[in-house]
């Protein structure tokens, strides 16, 4: 390893930093010499923020499996690369190691050559979280399909306009899927998601509830069928192999939606170089993980957080990763400490509305959990509120772990602003520093950057990077000029990220939460606006807007306000009417946990929705609402405070 690439201290913190500063192109390309490239690339780094074009390692050549799977085997092919832990405590643990893993990759990316798959299409994954998932999602990598995984708690719809969007020829699902005492039939919403679509050719379904479904012919295969056919032709007396096709280091890995401030979530593309160098150095970093330690991250693949810290992180550093089937409250709020106790778990990475819910079991699900392992642990998603920190601190950490706060989003790839384990300064609820390559700036509404500091010494703005870092988002797919729209072209010449944020004295940034129109409900980011578009669809609905409001376990809970057509007559049934519409539409996440009826909507006479007064409402402060005076009906305010929930 090179040596600006393992950072033990924070000296070499600072060093790192300053010299990924004056001189990124010599900084990455060290560290990208220590990964398996086919063809070394010409050209470290080329971009500009106005198209936006980035381009890293242009001219490499590689595969992203290779450097994942195949170039630990001779070393380390019998070390785990997974720990399954099932959603039933008392069915069969699944160890997958470096040599298993490689096997099965190939097989699975044998059984997309069969059906059809070619380099570049976009194949849907829609699975639970059984191993079964990472040999599809690498198997994809490995011919260089794109692959699109989508998280199990959305609609057929949500799965029909992302197969739309991406024009996904092929997916990968599951009969089911077991999420603590319930099945999720997850193969007949994707037969709902079908119904109309034209681009599908092949469904590839893996066995896992054994939930009766239905099997098209022609179209729908079984995955087992499929791989032990495939078995046949990728080991050869003993012998596995399935060369991985040679991939441009810019060449799209996957595409994962994500939701942003207008009403339909965007294709976030990374490549594959870049993405692989970030996952990988910020893995090594931040959790400072060290070989033969177990790393836990208890996201699901269906988002940002499992695809870098679940699967390409901790495999392209020969981890061992852990991976969780099931929910954190099944069979009871000790789970998680079970899992701690019986894998020996070093690292434990979650989210902080987990946290929050845990804390609101008390300490009994604790007690008498051997927790010893732990060594680091981790929260991501959203700002961590200091009673959190502390309670994971002392519980779970028993004040022996460094906790790291890591800031970053679907669009960065991997972790940008956090602390790194036991290496750098921690501030309970604060991110701290930027990784070295990133460079935040805040800036006033006008895109000035923030000089005056509050009454508390803190500089307070919106918060951007002024220049790439290796996994950028690189376009949004199908459409670059919502790509440029959304995060280049607020503010010209840099990346917004749509966060609020605030800098100390030290240099040290606290994310404050969305500025934009976007909400965090669990750790999950969803759309104000769509949530209303799925709210107005139903029959009974004028118009609605939506807001967020602070909740005690998902951080923010959403509340919509509605004006419906007056012919109902039992708001709770139209209330469950609009909630089974939601569900429907976008998922069962996007549910509003209030919805007040109200006349009409605090309006300005250009027709804009004030959605300020409609925070303070949800927020409970029914008084301060500020000025009023240029809405265009200032009486529907006192109208809705009077039926605030
Ligand atoms: C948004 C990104 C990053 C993977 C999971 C979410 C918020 C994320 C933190 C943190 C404060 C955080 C931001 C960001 N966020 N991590 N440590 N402190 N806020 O990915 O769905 O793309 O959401 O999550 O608001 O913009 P995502």
Redesign the pocket.
Known sequence: MSQSYRINSFDEYKEAYQKSIDNPEQFWGEIAENFTWRKKWDKVLEWNFTEPKVEWFKGGKLNITENCIDRHLETMGEKPAFIWEPNHPEERVRVVTYNRLHKRVCQFAQVLKNNGVKKGDRVCIYMGMVPELTYAVLGCARIGAIHSVIFGGFSAQSIADRLDDAQAEFIVTCDGAFRGDKVIPLKSVIDDALIGNKTIKKVIVYTRTRTPVSMIKGRDVWWEDEMEFAEHQVEKDGVVSFPAEEMDAEDPLFILY?SGSTGKPKGVVHSSAGYMLWTNYTFNNVFQYKQGQVHFCT?DIG???GHSYIVYGPLSAGATSLMFEGIPTYPDAGRFWDIVQKHKVNILYTAPTAIRSLMGFGLAPLQGKDLSSLQVLG??????NEEAWHWYNENVGKKNCPIV???????TGACMI?NMAGVTPAKPSW?TLPMPGVQPILVDDKGYEVTEKDENGMLKGNLCIKAPWPAILRTTYGDHERCRTNYFATYPGLYF???GAIKDENGFYR?T??VDDVL?VS???IGTAEVENAINMHAGVVESAVVGYPHDVKGQGIYAFVIDNNTHSDDELTRKDILQTVTRIIGPIAKPDKIQFVKGLPKTRSGKIMRRILRKIAEGELENLGDITTLLDPNVVEDIKNGAL
């Open positions: 994500t996201a988002w940002i957080t929260t991501v998603g959203e700002p961590i706060d890591t800031w970053w989003q679907t669009e956090s991110a990220t749509g966060d994310i939460g969305r965090n750790g999950h980011r």
